[in-house]
């Protein structure tokens, strides 16, 4: 299995901007990598993936604020985040996944088989 790195959270005021990276230990050409996050309290809930044929998914309450890519001569998986909010305070984490043949593969936790440790992101008002 792969492993996965995170970097890139901090403290940051609402507005602003973060840049997350998932480095990966392996080569991610062939993975769906996703971004995950859980705030206190909560349940692990999707954020953002990419496939391997560099198809991207966003949850609604992201889309048009972040996007994610990827460099696979790097191993590494990026979300740049624009316009943070409060609400996206969380720790994030990064997941890969080596079968996406179900249509709704990155939306599963199931899906992925390695996890990174999380970085965390708080967004002050």
């Known amino acids: 299995q792969v492993q996965l790195v995170e970097s890139g959270g901090g403290l940051v005021q609402a507005g602003g901007s973060l840049r997350l990276s998932c480095a990966a230990s392996?080569?991610?050409?062939?993975?769906?990598i996703g971004w995950f996050r859980q705030a206190p309290g909560k349940e692990r809930r999707f954020v953002a993936a990419?496939?391997?044929?560099?198809?991207?998914y966003y949850t609604d309450s992201v889309k048009g604020r972040f996007t994610i890519s990827r460099d696979n001569a790097k191993n590494t998986v990026y979300l740049q985040m624009n316009s943070l909010k409060p609400e996206d305070t969380a720790v994030y984490y990064c997941?890969?996944?080596?079968?996406?043949?179900?249509?709704?593969?990155?939306?599963?936790?199931?899906?992925?088989?390695?996890w990174g440790l999380g970085t965390q992101v708080t967004v002050s008002s």
């Open positions: 997941a890969a996944c080596g079968n996406q043949w179900r249509s709704n593969w990155y939306l599963l936790v199931t899906e992925y088989n390695s």
């Open positions: 392996g080569r991610t050409r062939s993975l769906g």
């Open positions: 990419i496939s391997s044929g560099d198809n991207r």
